[in-house]
T-cell receptor, first 111, second 114 residues
Framework: QKEVEQDPGPLSVPEGAIVSLNCTYS??????FMWYRQYSRKGPELLMY????GNKEDGRFTAQVDKSSKYISLFIRDSQPSDSATYLC???????????FGTGTRLTIIP | SAVISQKPSRDICQRGTSLTIQCQVD?????MFWYRQQPGQSLTLIAT?????????ESGFVIDKFPISRPNLTFSTLTVSNMSPEDSSIYLC???????????FGSGTQLSVL
């Protein structure tokens, strides 16, 4: 079993829809959770950063962490074609421990 | 956030040759890393580039194949040596501050080996 599981998709949704992206993990020591967006032929861009459980909102993006279920989510509201990218979850236990990445979900927003 | 410049952005190389990838960060960062991203797969950590000392390699990666230098706090290089088609991948430089969890990435080097 991988430490971090993420559905690779692809996921296609119409413009304006709410998108839900998810990761599950097995390591209960993880405390720091991140979402990266990666456009084709580009490096990953840090999108959301969350410590421990709870929600964090930034514009159209909301990150949720449920440590009791070992489950994290990224919601995108009012999705736009420019949101079409691969989204990677990443997490670490902190203290200079390395990040563990999910495999990424390829998302396409259809105009 | 740190801005990371990486070059070359892409290259096509012949089997048996070597390629050196350069990474420049716009601020002094404590930790720099090199990742590989193979087609359709997630990021795999190759090594941590340590300033003034040998890099720390992850399981499955060795210094002879992926020598790394880090002469100061803002610059690092990764060399892919004696390349084979299996080395075709995206190579990514990344950096963060010590005890800060946010990791930032360069734009990557897309390497194709013929």
């Amino acid at each position: 079993q991988k430490e971090v599981e993420q559905d690779p998709g692809p996921l296609s949704v119409p413009e304006g829809a709410i998108v839900s992206l998810n990761c599950t993990y097995s390591n209960s020591a993880f405390q720091y959770f991140m979402w990266y967006r990666q456009y084709s032929r580009k490096g990953p861009e840090l999108l959301m950063y969350t410590y421990s459980s709870g929600n964090k909102e930034d514009g159209r993006f909301t990150a949720q962490v449920d440590k009791s279920s070992k489950y994290i989510s990224l919601f995108i509201r009012d999705s736009q074609p420019s949101d079409s990218a691969t989204y990677l979850c990443a997490m670490s236990a902190g203290g200079n421990e390395k990040l563990t990445f999910g495999t990424g979900t390829r998302l396409t927003i259809i105009p | 956030s740190a801005v990371i410049s990486q070059k070359p952005s892409r290259d096509i190389c012949q089997r048996g040759t070597s390629l050196t990838i350069q990474c420049q960060v716009d601020s002094q960062v404590t930790m720099m890393f090199w990742y590989r991203q193979q087609p359709g797969q997630s990021l795999t950590l190759i090594a941590t580039a340590n300033q003034g000392s040998e890099a720390t390699y992850e399981s499955g990666f060795v210094i002879d194949k992926f020598p790394i230098s880090r002469p100061n706090l803002t610059f690092s290089t990764l060399t892919v040596s004696n390349m084979s088609p299996e080395d075709s991948s995206i190579y990514l430089c990344s950096a963060r501050e010590a005890l800060r969890e946010k990791l930032f990435f360069g734009s990557g080097t897309q390497l194709s080996v013929l």
